[in-house]
């Protein structure tokens, strides 16, 4: 995830929940490793890579992801990503 230029004082984070976009979702969570705060008036960019998500999802099925920004302004909504998780086992044995 990369970010451009955001001022003042703001944290951005991501957050996930089962299903379709929705302005309620059920059960969202946030990804603490997606926390991005600025604390500072100069324009920033950074870049956030999300590694090892797959112990966030213990369900499969359709997902989706936002990106959410709050400055001392509001809460602003920057994007959303569906995602679709499947969880395969795959075992192999003797016969």
Same mark, same amino acid.
């Given at each position: 995830?990369?970010?451009?230029?955001? =001022? %003042?004082?703001?944290?951005?984070?991501?957050?996930?929940?089962? /299903?379709?976009?929705?302005? +309620?979702? @059920?059960?969202?969570?946030?990804?603490?490793?997606?926390?991005?705060?600025?604390?500072?008036?100069?324009?920033?960019?950074?870049?956030? =890579? %999300?590694?090892?998500?797959?112990?966030?999802?213990?369900?499969? /099925?359709?997902?989706?992801? +936002?990106? @959410?920004?709050?400055?001392?302004?509001?809460?602003?909504?920057?994007?959303?990503?569906?995602?679709?998780?499947?969880?395969?086992?795959?075992?192999?044995?003797?016969?």
């Amino acid at each position: 995830m990369s970010l451009w230029r955001f =001022l %003042l004082d703001s944290t951005t984070w991501v957050l996930v929940y089962k /299903g379709e976009a929705s302005a +309620e979702p @059920l059960d969202p969570f946030a990804l603490n490793a997606s926390m991005v705060g600025i604390v500072n008036s100069v324009p920033q960019n950074r870049t956030v =890579l %999300l590694k090892g998500l797959d112990g966030y999802f213990a369900d499969a /099925g359709f997902h989706t992801m +936002e990106v @959410l920004h709050q400055t001392p302004f509001g809460v602003d909504f920057l994007g959303a990503q569906p995602l679709m998780i499947i969880n395969v086992i795959s075992v192999r044995g003797a016969p």
